[in-house]
Protein backbone atom coordinates (compact mmCIF):
# COMPACT_ATOMS: atom_id res chain seq x y z
CA UNK A 1 0.00 0.00 0.00
CA UNK A 2 1.64 3.93 -0.84
CA UNK A 3 2.41 5.66 1.91
CA UNK A 4 -0.48 8.02 0.21
CA UNK A 5 -3.33 5.63 0.67
CA UNK A 6 -2.30 4.52 3.60
CA UNK A 7 -2.28 7.91 5.58
CA UNK A 8 -5.60 8.43 3.85
CA UNK A 9 -7.00 5.19 5.36
CA UNK A 10 -5.62 5.55 8.51
CA UNK A 11 -6.87 9.08 8.91
CA UNK A 12 -9.66 8.44 7.34
CA UNK A 13 -10.73 5.32 10.65
CA UNK A 14 -9.26 7.58 12.85
CA UNK A 15 -10.89 10.99 12.59
CA UNK A 16 -14.08 12.24 13.87
CA UNK A 17 -13.73 14.83 11.91
CA UNK A 18 -13.35 15.81 8.18
CA UNK A 19 -11.59 13.00 6.79
CA UNK A 20 -13.74 10.01 8.04
CA UNK A 21 -13.48 6.41 7.02
CA UNK A 22 -13.86 6.27 3.04
CA UNK A 23 -14.79 2.92 3.44
CA UNK A 24 -17.39 1.24 0.30
CA UNK A 25 -20.69 1.59 0.90
CA UNK A 26 -22.44 -2.55 1.66
CA UNK A 27 -25.43 -2.84 -0.29
CA UNK A 28 -27.96 -3.90 2.54
CA UNK A 29 -31.51 -4.65 2.50
CA UNK A 30 -34.05 -1.94 3.65
CA UNK A 31 -35.35 -2.89 7.27
CA UNK A 32 -37.20 -1.22 9.93
CA UNK A 33 -34.75 -0.07 13.06
CA UNK A 34 -34.98 -2.15 16.12
CA UNK A 35 -36.44 -0.23 19.52
CA UNK A 36 -33.41 1.60 20.42
CA UNK A 37 -34.85 -0.36 24.09
CA UNK A 38 -33.60 -3.68 22.96
CA UNK A 39 -30.59 -5.31 23.37
CA UNK A 40 -28.11 -7.20 20.82
CA UNK A 41 -26.66 -10.84 21.47
CA UNK A 42 -23.02 -11.24 22.62
CA UNK A 43 -22.53 -12.16 19.01
CA UNK A 44 -23.68 -8.78 17.58
CA UNK A 45 -22.72 -6.57 20.48
CA UNK A 46 -20.75 -3.53 19.47
CA UNK A 47 -17.47 -2.37 22.14
CA UNK A 48 -14.73 -1.48 22.54
CA UNK A 49 -12.70 -4.48 21.96
CA UNK A 50 -15.07 -5.70 19.11
CA UNK A 51 -18.37 -6.28 17.44
CA UNK A 52 -19.18 -9.81 18.36
CA UNK A 53 -16.72 -12.21 17.79
CA UNK A 54 -14.74 -10.42 15.43
CA UNK A 55 -12.15 -8.84 17.80
CA UNK A 56 -9.88 -5.94 17.34
CA UNK A 57 -6.14 -7.14 17.45
CA UNK A 58 -7.15 -11.23 16.89
CA UNK A 59 -6.13 -12.73 13.84
CA UNK A 60 -9.34 -13.17 11.56
CA UNK A 61 -8.93 -16.81 11.22
CA UNK A 62 -9.53 -17.16 15.35
CA UNK A 63 -12.80 -15.60 15.01
CA UNK A 64 -14.91 -18.55 13.24
CA UNK A 65 -16.46 -16.33 11.38
CA UNK A 66 -18.01 -16.08 7.61
CA UNK A 67 -15.97 -14.19 5.68
CA UNK A 68 -15.17 -12.59 1.76
CA UNK A 69 -13.14 -10.51 0.12
CA UNK A 70 -13.92 -7.18 -1.03
CA UNK A 71 -12.75 -3.28 -1.30
CA UNK A 72 -13.04 0.35 -1.62
CA UNK A 73 -13.41 3.07 -3.82
CA UNK A 74 -9.28 3.31 -3.53
CA UNK A 75 -8.98 -0.08 -3.91
CA UNK A 76 -7.65 -0.88 -0.36
CA UNK A 77 -8.08 -4.53 0.60
CA UNK A 78 -11.41 -5.36 2.90
CA UNK A 79 -12.84 -7.79 4.08
CA UNK A 80 -17.32 -8.11 4.17
CA UNK A 81 -18.00 -10.24 7.22
CA UNK A 82 -21.53 -11.87 7.75
CA UNK A 83 -23.35 -13.08 10.86
CA UNK A 84 -26.67 -13.86 9.48
CA UNK A 85 -28.17 -11.34 7.54
CA UNK A 86 -26.19 -8.84 9.52
CA UNK A 87 -23.00 -7.14 7.73
CA UNK A 88 -19.83 -5.65 8.97
CA UNK A 89 -16.36 -4.43 6.84
CA UNK A 90 -12.96 -4.98 8.42
CA UNK A 91 -9.54 -3.79 7.51
CA UNK A 92 -6.64 -6.13 8.37
CA UNK A 93 -4.06 -3.95 6.49
CA UNK A 94 -3.55 -5.82 3.86
CA UNK A 95 -1.77 -4.26 0.49
CA UNK A 96 -3.40 -6.62 -2.26
CA UNK A 97 -7.33 -6.21 -2.46
CA UNK A 98 -7.19 -8.89 -5.66
CA UNK A 99 -5.44 -11.57 -3.09
CA UNK A 100 -7.09 -14.40 -1.19
CA UNK A 101 -7.81 -12.71 2.50
CA UNK A 102 -4.80 -13.46 5.11
CA UNK A 103 -6.14 -14.83 7.55
CA UNK A 104 -3.41 -14.54 10.07
CA UNK A 105 -3.44 -10.61 9.91
CA UNK A 106 -5.11 -9.19 12.80
CA UNK A 107 -8.33 -6.66 12.57
CA UNK A 108 -7.68 -3.18 12.34
CA UNK A 109 -11.16 -1.70 12.50
CA UNK A 110 -14.79 -2.69 11.98
CA UNK A 111 -17.36 -0.93 10.65
CA UNK A 112 -20.87 -2.42 11.14
CA UNK A 113 -23.98 -1.29 8.50
CA UNK A 114 -27.13 -3.42 9.89
CA UNK A 115 -29.33 -3.05 12.21
CA UNK A 116 -28.52 -6.43 14.16
CA UNK A 117 -25.24 -4.83 15.50
CA UNK A 118 -26.02 -2.85 18.78
CA UNK A 119 -24.25 -0.72 21.17
CA UNK A 120 -24.98 -1.52 25.07
CA UNK A 121 -27.25 1.14 24.80
CA UNK A 122 -29.07 -0.21 21.88
CA UNK A 123 -28.29 2.52 19.36
CA UNK A 124 -28.11 0.51 15.95
CA UNK A 125 -27.33 1.29 12.03
CA UNK A 126 -30.21 2.54 10.86
CA UNK A 127 -31.04 4.04 14.24
CA UNK A 128 -33.12 7.97 14.16
CA UNK A 129 -30.30 10.21 15.38
CA UNK A 130 -33.21 11.79 17.22
CA UNK A 131 -32.87 8.63 19.32
CA UNK A 132 -29.74 8.63 19.57
CA UNK A 133 -29.62 12.02 20.81
CA UNK A 134 -31.38 11.15 23.94
CA UNK A 135 -28.76 8.28 24.59
CA UNK A 136 -25.40 9.84 24.19
CA UNK A 137 -26.46 14.02 24.38
CA UNK A 138 -27.00 16.14 21.67
CA UNK A 139 -25.43 16.69 18.40
CA UNK A 140 -21.86 18.81 19.02
CA UNK A 141 -20.83 18.47 15.62
CA UNK A 142 -21.77 17.08 11.81
CA UNK A 143 -18.73 16.90 9.61
CA UNK A 144 -18.95 15.78 6.06
CA UNK A 145 -15.65 14.04 4.37
CA UNK A 146 -13.67 16.32 1.75
CA UNK A 147 -13.20 13.08 -0.87
CA UNK A 148 -16.53 11.43 -1.18
CA UNK A 149 -18.55 13.68 0.60
CA UNK A 150 -19.72 11.27 3.41
CA UNK A 151 -20.97 12.59 6.89
CA UNK A 152 -20.21 11.60 10.06
CA UNK A 153 -21.71 13.06 13.55
CA UNK A 154 -20.58 13.60 17.37
CA UNK A 155 -22.30 13.22 19.98
CA UNK A 156 -21.82 14.85 23.17
CA UNK A 157 -21.78 12.30 25.72
CA UNK A 158 -20.76 9.16 23.23
CA UNK A 159 -18.34 6.76 23.74
CA UNK A 160 -14.91 7.48 22.39
CA UNK A 161 -14.30 4.58 20.47
CA UNK A 162 -17.46 4.95 18.65
CA UNK A 163 -17.47 6.86 15.19
CA UNK A 164 -21.17 7.58 13.73
CA UNK A 165 -21.55 7.72 9.84
CA UNK A 166 -25.18 9.11 9.12
CA UNK A 167 -27.09 8.87 5.57
CA UNK A 168 -26.18 11.01 3.22
CA UNK A 169 -27.30 14.41 2.41
CA UNK A 170 -28.70 14.59 5.57
CA UNK A 171 -26.34 16.88 7.46
CA UNK A 172 -27.86 20.45 6.67
CA UNK A 173 -24.42 22.00 5.54
CA UNK A 174 -24.12 26.05 4.78
CA UNK A 175 -22.95 26.89 1.33
CA UNK A 176 -19.57 25.22 1.45
CA UNK A 177 -19.05 24.90 4.61
CA UNK A 178 -17.81 21.18 5.71
CA UNK A 179 -19.42 21.33 9.76
CA UNK A 180 -22.87 21.80 10.88
CA UNK A 181 -24.74 21.26 14.04
CA UNK A 182 -28.29 20.80 12.33
CA UNK A 183 -29.38 17.43 10.17
CA UNK A 184 -32.42 16.78 8.44
CA UNK A 185 -35.66 15.65 10.17
CA UNK A 186 -35.66 11.93 9.95
CA UNK A 187 -32.12 11.37 9.72
CA UNK A 188 -30.61 7.96 10.54
CA UNK A 189 -27.19 6.42 11.52
CA UNK A 190 -25.96 4.50 8.62
CA UNK A 191 -22.71 2.95 9.99
CA UNK A 192 -20.85 2.32 13.56
CA UNK A 193 -17.17 1.48 13.29
CA UNK A 194 -14.08 1.19 15.78
CA UNK A 195 -10.59 0.66 15.40
CA UNK A 196 -7.80 -0.47 16.98
CA UNK A 197 -5.43 2.05 18.88
CA UNK A 198 -1.82 2.53 16.82
Known amino acids: MTHHRYTS????????ACNK???QNVDTTSTTPQSVESRPTD????TESGIGPATLGSPLGTSGLTYERTSDGEGVAL??????????????????????????KPIWSIEAFTP???TDKGIH??????DVEKIYGQTVRIDKSEIESREYITFANQPAYLNFRID???GLFEGDSMTTTRYAPGS????ISIRKDP
Open 188 to 191: RIFS
Open 168 to 170: AGT
Open 116 to 118: GFK
Open 9 to 16: LIAALVCV
Open 79 to 104: VSISIGPDTMVAYLREDEPSAPVDTT
Open 21 to 23: PEI
Open 43 to 46: SLLI
Open 125 to 130: PGSLIS
